[in-house]
């Protein structure tokens, strides 16, 4: 079972920036597509950015299109997620997560393996 483990998380005030990186273990992870999810207190996880394993298509929630960048080194078995000009409402447990597929998908019960997650806050 892949091993993933989030960093990068933290304070910062609203229209900053922040890189969360996740590492993976295991030789399969560029065969997996990777996703980054949130969850806010009180809310249910929602899905915020996908990359297939090529890193060749990428998919945002609209709330974060334009903001964000998801990327990965495969190389590296690493993926990122790029954060700018960060918003209150991003404020959230940050998750990364493995697809037990190739191909992007914004389904959370495609997704196996779960980091523990980073704490982003965005205050005003």
């Known amino acids: 079972q892949v091993q993933l483990v989030e960093s990068g998380g933290g304070l910062v005030q609203a229209g900053g920036s922040l890189r969360l990186s996740c590492a993976a273990s295991?030789?399969?992870?560029?065969?997996?597509?990777m996703g980054w999810f949130r969850q806010a207190p009180g809310k249910e996880r929602e899905f915020v950015a996908v990359?297939?394993?090529?890193?060749?298509?990428?998919y945002y929630v609209d709330s974060v299109k334009g903001r964000f960048t998801i990327s990965r080194d495969n190389a590296k078995n690493t993926v990122y997620l790029q954060m700018n000009s960060l918003k209150p409402e991003d404020t959230a447990i940050y998750y990364c997560?493995?697809?037990?597929?190739?191909?992007?998908?914004?389904?959370?019960?495609?997704?196996?393996?779960w980091g523990q997650g980073t704490q982003v806050t965005v205050s005003s």
């Open positions: 295991g030789r399969t992870f560029s065969s997996y597509a």
């Open positions: 997560a493995t697809s037990f597929y190739a191909t992007v998908s914004t389904d959370l019960a495609h997704f196996g393996s």
């Open positions: 990359i297939s394993w090529s890193g060749g298509r990428t």
